[in-house]
């Protein structure tokens, strides 16, 4: 009986703390979401040398993503999809995925991008 209410109490905290780290890991990443009637977006932006920019978009089942990056020596990673593509497109679940965007050979000096994504 109190192995049962351990063993209850041990797997209520694990999931609270698994909860708590997918929040916190989308703290930091801007929300893309698209104008009223467009199925697509332009984000610019500026990637250091030492860090990734994060981006978090909320697809529903069956659609497809396009992602594209533009820019020298650019790369980006859909977390759980595909690492380090300068252009990807997959079918999507109903989730919120988180994009990295960032340099994909280390420079000394941050590097402009464009991030291209529709969703269809």
């Keep these: 009986m109190i192995s049962s209410l351990i063993n209850s109490l041990v797997f209520a905290l694990v999931v609270s703390l698994m909860t708590m780290n997918a929040a916190q890991a989308?703290?930091?990443c801007e929300?893309?979401?698209f104008q009223r009637?467009?199925?697509?977006t332009v984000v610019k932006g500026v990637a250091?040398?030492?860090?990734?920019?994060?981006?978090?978009?909320?697809?529903?089942?069956?659609?497809?993503a396009d992602v594209t990056v533009l820019g020298v020596n650019m790369m980006f990673s859909v977390e759980g999809v595909i690492d380090a593509q300068d252009k990807y497109q997959f079918s999507t679940?109903?989730?919120?995925?988180?994009?990295n965007v960032g340099q994909l050979m280390r420079s000394v000096t941050d590097q402009p991008f464009t991030l291209e994504i529709s969703i269809k």
């Design 48 to 64: 250091p040398p030492d860090s990734v920019i994060c981006y978090v978009i909320t697809t529903a089942e069956g659609q497809i």
């Design 26 to 28: 989308h703290e930091d």
């Design 31 to 33: 929300t893309i979401r």
């Design 93 to 99: 679940e109903k989730k919120t995925y988180r994009i």
């Design 37 to 40: 009637g467009n199925n697509g």
